[in-house]
């Protein structure tokens, strides 16, 4: 889908530990976010802070979502925070099946909560990637889709979007990204494997695709290249100001860019 704008999914994870911190972070982005023209951000606070968080937002260029949410409304779940206690809280999107959670659920837990997160009307961030580009690395990505859409409706696909999220990227001390090459590479597989599920070209087209893994400055105009990445996931970078700013220039630029050269063809 054309004239979208590109995402940055900000995975604070546990980094950010006060109210305090949690605010005055996201308020010192946020003025720079509203005056941007192609981007668009999520700022997924840890749970506790995202009511304080969503209070902050007025300005559609800026978002709130949860990094997990419990696909029942209310009951005995010692520790868990509930689909509907995120969306009361004002989150708008979700995270769900992020490697780091998979450890700790199965497969048909992120297909609940997928499920659970769509029928409230809140937007599920689902992540998906292989250990390792072995020789079933294309296999384990489609098994991932099959685990979570065999069992969701199939409805509402401009609600969804697929964070393609390597685990061998992911905040890695090598600093050992996925080349957008590999990127277009899984992206095709994806692409074609919810093809199948949905069973349409055009719903397919309605679903946002995001990349995710060690993105930072330094490489993310590799992956602005390929019109095909709606934007990003960033863990590591998301709580540092001074390089979302950079990366934002760097979307606002790319993006200006290629609208100029359209209107010069
Ligand atoms: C992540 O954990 O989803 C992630 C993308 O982290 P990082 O940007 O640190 O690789």
């Known amino acids: 889908m054309k004239n979208r704008k590109k ?3 900000a995975n604070w994870k546990m980094n950010v530990t006060s109210e305090k911190d949690a605010v005055g972070l996201f308020n010192s982005i946020k003025s720079v976010v509203a005056k941007l023209d192609y981007t668009q951000m999520i700022c997924c ?3 506790m802070y995202v009511n304080q968080v969503a209070k902050q937002v007025n300005h559609p260029n ?9 696909p029942e409304e209310s009951g005995s779940r010692t520790g868990e925070t509930s689909v509907l206690m995120m969306k009361n809280s004002g989150a708008e ?31 599920p961030i689902i992540c ?5 580009r072995d020789k079933n690395w294309k296999k384990t990505l489609q098994q991932q889709l099959k685990d979570v859409f065999n069992r969701v409706p199939k409805k ?12 061998w990227a992911i905040s890695s001390d090598k600093k050992n990204p996925a080349t957008s ?8 597989v994806i692409k074609k494997e919810l093809q199948k599920i949905f069973k349409t070209a055009k719903a397919v087209e309605k679903i946002r695709f995001l990349y995710g893994g060690s993105l ?24 540092d100001p001074r390089i979302l700013m950079t990366m934002f220039r760097l979307i606002e630029d790319h993006v200006q860019k290629e609208i100029f050269a359209q209107i010069n063809e």
């Open 7 to 9: 995402m940055i999914v």
């Open 93 to 123: 999107y979700v995270i769900l099946g992020h490697s780091e959670r998979r450890h700790l659920e199965t497969k048909s837990d992120v297909a609940r909560k997928v499920t659970a997160v769509l029928e409230h009307g809140l937007k």
């Open 45 to 47: 606070p840890p749970h």
């Open 156 to 167: 509402e696909p401009e609600n969804i979007i697929i964070a393609y999220e390597p685990i």
């Open 216 to 239: 930072d400055d330094k490489n993310i105009e590799d992956f602005l290249r390929h019109a095909e990445v709606n934007g990003f996931l960033v863990g590591r970078v998301s709580h």
């Open 181 to 188: 090459t590999e990127y277009m590479e899984a992206l095709e």
């Open 128 to 132: 998906i990637g292989e250990e390792a």
């Open 62 to 70: 800026y978002r709130v979502g949860g990094q997990d949410a419990y």
